[in-house]
């Protein structure tokens, strides 16, 4: 059974910047590709960026702009860069693996963005 476990998570001030990591039990490259998803409080969880084996990358226009997401295959780790946040980015952020273009495997156990002044 895969892993995955996230960290950087934090309380930052709007404006600010974090970088997520997401670490995946074994290697990411059998995967079609990694996304990260957030949910807030009393909200279903939301897309946030993907990327492909082919480093193809997709993102919610929420967050066009401020967020990258990259990954680093030799440390089986996918990163979620995110810059000029924003209160309603606070969320609990999880990252998973994609098993195929249409489907989705492996839930990490998410880390907490606070977006607050």
């Known amino acids: 059974q895969v892993q995955l476990v996230e960290s950087g998570g934090d309380l930052v001030r709007p404006g600010g910047s974090l970088r997520l990591s997401c670490v995946v039990s074994?290697?990411?490259?059998?995967?079609?590709?990694m996304g990260w998803f957030r949910q807030a409080p009393g909200k279903q969880r939301e897309q946030v960026a993907s990327?492909?084996?082919?480093?193809?990358?997709n993102y919610a226009d929420s967050v066009k702009g401020r967020f990258t997401i990259s990954r680093d295959t030799a440390q089986n780790t996918v990163y979620l860069q995110m810059s000029s946040l924003k209160p309603e980015d606070t969320a609990n952020y999880y990252c998973?693996?994609?098993?195929?273009?249409?489907?989705?495997?492996?839930w990490g156990q998410g880390t907490q963005v606070t977006v607050s002044s």
């Open positions: 998973r693996t994609r098993t195929t273009v249409l489907s989705w495997g492996s």
């Open positions: 074994g290697s990411i490259s059998r995967y079609y590709g």
């Open positions: 990327i492909t084996n082919d480093e193809i990358t």
